[in-house]
């Protein structure tokens, strides 16, 4: 526990004096946007063992919409987000009430499908900007009063909101409800026959999930301006499994690891070595599931526990 | 001229035409799946990255090798179905103690890592492949030109489909297959050699996608990322007609190309999207699917 506040402690200050240390904060804020997105997929597939294969739906819906919103119709900041969220939400509700009725392979099967209808629609639609995607998102202000065209004060905005949204998860977790979740996980049979409505309690899951995504994504267009069909693809949805995967999934410091290795390699690799980036992601991926199943923090863990029994 | 739903009737057998060709590599690729799924219990990701690894052996052999498409048809799902055959044997095969998913999780990774490499080794942009001299031009329906490679892809996929079906529903090998797939242990204890069957039947299903890879390199761009939308349209056709049914991915596969192609005369908005909606529909009305079976 004393080591487990120690570490947060450090995390906490290294995230608030990190734009001071010459990073750069528009990447900064790109580290915490995917870190965000990893955490909202971990508790499907961490707590509840559900293995969304279409979770880039979420984010991307979400990043058109609050793109739309602000840049065409000038809503302000907060009304883009919260109306990108809704969205993702609903999105969630609908496509997590076909999902939840198989499980395991199927059900990530049936996610990664209608995950590919919202991406035609996205390649579609008129208000997407079709294959140009949306651009010149503007950051706004907060209510007015703050302006978040300022890198600075736009990482520290984006940094606040992921704090609030991992808290938001360990409380969920550590909840009557997220109680539920992992009996759910361990044994599914048995929770049913303990008179829990499983599917409820698995679709309200999901669309949290959704919804806590749909969040990541609108910030993202906000951080960097734009919205594109890379951010609803298949790839992305495979991409947020491998930063949940490497870095421990059903660990809470895990997905935040795995999201800034992921988005680091990408960073640095693509400049370098060009289309192989997909090479190396795809080669950490079989290590992963061949030999690393636990990820970072799952194994740091382990460790933990065999020293301490 | 006749028309339907306003459409000129040309028109629409054209679309029904190529939507049988789609629905031709849809049957062959989903027959595959099911298959190693019935068998393995994975749901293989990588089975459009093996697709695409056929278009391009066949490709390859014809621009460097001088291989033509006969010998291309044979020998391109030979080499992927050993790849195939390499993969089972050093990593799926050390998955099927965990959980399913790792299986799609592993195979996933596969298809990046072939699609990166064949994006590397090849650039984005599409590779024509022609058509075989034998299998140039077109009969004249009277009412439709058809083109002759177009119904060569239809009739090659449909007999490859019934000897595949025939294979498994109606052989000693097809009826030790389908025990091993219900009891592995079982079968495996009357001293059947479970494991290599396992990993002859994911070289099988790996190669029935290299062959239609092969079939499409004439109607279709050679390109790297030529299966990975396509893999997912095939997940959905598996899902409609019930995972592990061999009769369910022939049957659906085959009628969900029509449909799209229909889709494409009447509502051309919707042709990408009308499989996984009728998926969606499919799943609420009966969850097993339309072949499968209820656990």
Redesign the interface.
């Given at each position: 526990m004393r080591a487990q506040i120690a570490v947060y402690a450090v995390l906490t200050a290294l995230a608030l004096a990190a734009p001071f240390l010459g990073l750069y904060p528009v990447f900064l804020m790109k580290l915490l946007c995917f870190a965000m997105f990893a955490c909202a997929f971990n508790l499907l597939l961490g707590y509840t063992k559900m293995?969304s294969?279409g979770h880039a739906a979420y984010f991307g819906a979400s990043a058109y919409v609050t793109g739309w919103l602000t840049t065409v119709h000038g809503w302000g900041t907060v009304e883009g987000i919260l109306g990108g969220v809704a969205v993702s939400m609903l999105l969630g509700l609908v496509i997590g009430a076909?999902a939840v009725?198989?499980q395991?392979?199927?059900f990530?099967?049936?996610t990664?499908?209608?995950a590919?209808?919202v991406y035609?629609?996205c390649?579609?639609a008129q208000f997407t900007g079709g294959e140009n995607g949306l651009q010149g998102i503007p950051r706004g202000s907060l209510l007015g009063v703050i302006g978040l065209g300022n890198d600075r004060i736009m990482y520290y905005f984006v940094l606040a909101v992921f704090v609030g949204v991992f808290v938001f998860i360990r409380r969920i977790v550590h909840s009557p409800f997220g109680q539920v979740l992992k009996a759910i996980r361990a044994n599914e049979p048995r929770a049913i026959s303990l008179g829990y409505k499983v599917d409820r309690y698995k679709l309200t899951a999901f669309v949290l999930s959704a919804s806590l995504a749909g969040l990541a994504g609108s910030l993202k267009a906000l951080v960097l301006g734009f919205a594109t069909l890379s951010d609803v693809s298949?790839t992305t949805s495979?991409e947020v499994?491998l930063m949940t995967?490497l870095g421990g999934s059903g660990t809470f410091l895990g997905p935040v690891i795995g999201a800034n290795v992921v988005v680091t390699l990408q960073e640095y690799l693509s400049d370098i070595v060009?289309?192989?980036?997909?090479?190396?992601?795809?080669?950490?991926?079989?290590v992963?599931?061949?030999i690393f199943?636990r990820g970072f923090v799952g194994e740091i863990e382990r460790r933990f526990a065999r020293r301490a029994a | 001229m006749t028309t339907v739903f306003g459409v000129p009737l040309p028109a629409i057998l054209g679309q029904l035409m190529l939507g049988l060709v789609n629905g031709s590599f849809y049957a062959l690729l989903s027959l595959g799946l099911a298959v190693i799924f019935g068998l393995l219990g994975v749901?293989n990701f990588a089975h459009g990255a093996f697709y695409m690894l056929g278009a391009f052996a066949a490709y390859v052999g014809l621009q460097m090798l001088g291989i033509n498409y006969w010998w291309a048809l044979l020998l391109a799902p030979l080499a992927v179905g050993l790849l195939g055959v390499l993969i089972e044997r050093l990593?799926l095969r050390?998955?099927y103690q965990?959980?399913?998913?790792?299986?799609?999780?592993?195979t996933?990774?596969?298809?990046?890592?072939?699609?990166?490499?064949m994006?590397?080794l090849f650039g984005?942009s599409g590779k024509s492949y022609p058509v075989p001299a034998l299998l140039q031009g077109g009969f004249n329906l009277g009412f439709m030109v058809l083109p002759i490679y177009r119904a060569w892809v239809v009739l090659a996929s449909v007999t490859v489909c019934g000897m595949t079906w025939f294979l498994i529903e109606r052989t000693r090998l097809g009826a030790m297959l389908r025990a091993a797939t219900e009891n592995a242990r079982l079968v495996q204890a009357f001293g059947i050699n479970v494991p290599l069957m396992v990993m002859c039947t994911y070289g099988a299903g790996v190669a029935l996608a290299a062959l239609a890879g092969v079939l499409a390199a004439p109607v279709i761009q050679v390109s790297p990322l030529m299966g990975?939308?396509l893999v997912?349209?095939v997940?959905?056709v598996?899902?409609i007609g019930g995972?592990g049914s061999i009769v369910g991915a022939i049957v659906s596969g085959l009628v969900l190309g029509l449909i799209e192609g229909l889709t494409k005369v009447v509502y051309p908005?919707a042709s990408?999207?009308v499989v996984?909606?009728i998926?969606?529909v499919v799943?609420?009305w009966r969850?097993a699917g339309l072949f499968g079976k209820e656990q």
């Open positions: 293995l294969f076909i009725r198989r395991g392979i199927y990530a099967m049936i990664l499908a209608l590919q209808v035609f629609i390649l579609q298949q495979g499994i995967l060009g289309a192989w980036v997909s090479v190396i992601i795809g080669a950490i991926f079989v992963c599931v061949m199943r | 749901v990593f050390h998955l965990v959980e399913p998913v790792y299986g799609l999780l592993l996933f990774g596969i298809a990046l890592i072939a699609e990166g490499i994006h590397s984005s990975s939308s997912i349209v997940f959905a598996v899902v995972m908005e990408n999207i996984f909606i998926m969606a799943l609420i969850p």
